[in-house]
């Protein structure tokens, strides 16, 4: 009984505490003729701290490249289809048999995306808006997945009638019906609102009034709002000001949760423009995902979590618009590093930081570019997880999981570095080898992750069937 009740307990802790853990998400735009597989995409990310991957479609060759990855993929309504999945629930049941169905559970799909910047893109009905993300949850309902994947839309800043100051903030007038409607369904089914924050365009307007390291996220003296918030950089101050439009709308029991859903800076831009450049680009982007990683909220409420999606991962040559929105990728398309950011991860692979370096290395052999090699495969805890999540974890797996974790201790290889997260992963593995390798082996709640490269080190050898 005394076992069944801890199993229980580690369990629980599981379920509460992996919602919590805070990891960096990217977008993954394909408007490009010169980009690597997604196969190869994938094989990288593995090899990152990138926990989150949001799409903008319903890519197949994407879905199917990131299964049995660990990686959570956001998928897309794109905005010329919001009109025929808001017409009645069987034809948004029709879209997620068709393009999701067939890849899930093996591809962790945990969001649906319905349009972008749909409410601010001209001759679009906010009503079939509105409309499709209650048909998609519907369906969602009806297959059991709602508590899995979640439905929202992403807003540019534009559906403000101001940003400035951000205590004051209030959406659009004309978009008020619409936003209270949207409101409503967040908070009915757990939602975040999602926001493309961009302190970079607001910059490049205002850039005789603007400090330029206050946009890009370094500490200045800061800027005041009449309320006595202190802001020292743009996006946090972007963020208040959703904040506060969605509390003066009447919902302000904190219940809603703020995503940024986009948010980068382009390394190249039209003639003249002097702050798109590569140095910038990497500034804004290091410190975007140092504050991703650093659970901090913002001066309105120090302690709420924001979860943010770099924007992009890749130069995408055939986007439209002027210089600078083909030029927002951390990775040029022939997979070479537009400039040096540090996304490499411990235990991820044995590649380790190397092959976060670009897809070049990957691009011999056959299709799959050596992503699988033969029966080798491991599990180990994702880099973003929470520590209380992996010590349950090594809990479980120590205990009634049955796995023999004297390398971890003291005088074992494996015991240093003496960090929650290695210790973990070593159990995680050993469970997973355990037990089949099956792909729900390496879950443990969300903070498993399948490797096809060895993390054993030194002395630490991970076992494999």
């Known amino acids: 009984m005394a076992s069944q009740l801890l199993s229980f307990s580690l369990l629980f802790l599981l379920l509460s505490w992996s919602r919590n853990a805070v990891g960096v998400g990217i977008n993954y735009g394909t408007l490009g003729n010169n980009l690597p597989s997604p196969k190869k995409v994938a094989q990288l990310l593995q090899s990152t701290l990138i926990n989150k991957v949001k799409i903008y479609d319903t890519n197949p060759e994407i879905l199917e490249a990131f ?18 999945i808001s017409k009645d629930t069987s034809s948004a ?37 509105v409309q499709a993300m209650q048909n998609l949850h519907g369906v969602l309902v009806s297959r059991g997945l709602e508590r899995k994947i979640k439905v929202s839309t992403p807003h540019s800043m534009a559906v403000l009638a101001s940003s400035f100051p951000p205590s004051s903030s209030t959406f659009a007038t004309d978009l008020v019906p619409t936003m209270t409607s949207i409101l409503s369904f967040l908070v009915d089914t757990g939602a975040p609102f999602m926001v493309n924050a961009y302190p970079y365009f607001a910059y490049r307007e205002n850039s005789n009034s603007v400090d330029l390291q206050y946009a890009l996220l370094g500490n200045t003296t800061g800027v005041h709002d009449p309320k006595g918030y202190i802001y020292t950089n743009m996006l946090d101050a972007q963020i208040d000001a959703i904040r506060s439009a969605i509390v003066n709308l009447g919902f302000g029991n904190g219940s809603i949760k703020i995503t940024v859903s986009e948010s980068g800076w382009p390394s190249k831009g039209v003639a003249g423009d002097t702050a798109a450049n590569p140095e910038n680009a990497k500034t804004y982007n290091t410190r975007l995902i140092e504050r991703a990683q650093s659970s901090k909220g913002t001066p309105m409420k120090l302690k709420d979590n924001i979860e943010v999606f770099v924007f992009s991962l890749f130069n995408e040559n055939k986007k439209t618009g002027d210089a600078s929105e083909r030029n927002f990728g951390i990775f040029n398309g022939d997979g070479s590093k537009v400039y040096e950011v540090d996304l490499s991860c411990q235990f991820c692979s044995n590649d380790g930081p190397a092959s976060v370096g670009s897809f070049g290395k990957f691009s ?3 299709g799959g570019g050596g992503a699988v090699r033969g029966p080798s495969v491991w599990c180990v805890a994702k880099p973003h997880s929470d520590d209380k999540v992996l010590q349950a974890v090594l809990d479980f797996c120590c205990g009634p999981g049955g796995v023999d974790c ?15 997260h290695a210790h973990a992963s070593y159990a995680m593995n050993a469970y997973y080898q355990m037990h089949g390798r099956n792909y729900w082996n390496c879950d443990f709640k969300g903070t498993g992750l399948v490797t096809f490269g060895d993390p054993s080190y030194g002395t630490c050898q991970y076992s494999q069937q």
């Open 67 to 84: 299964s049995n990855t660990g990686i959570d993929i956001i998928v897309a309504v794109e905005n010329y289809h919001v009109s025929n």
């Open 93 to 129: 049941d029709e879209w997620l048999a068709t393009r999701v169905v067939p890849f899930i559970p093996a591809t962790s799909v945990v969001g649906i995306m319905v349009g972008n910047e749909y409410l601010t893109t001209e001759k679009l009905d906010p009503e079939a808006l």
């Open 364 to 366: 011999s052999g056959g």
């Open 406 to 420: 004297r390398e971890i201790y003291k005088t074992g290889d494996c015991f240093n570095p003496d960090k929650v």
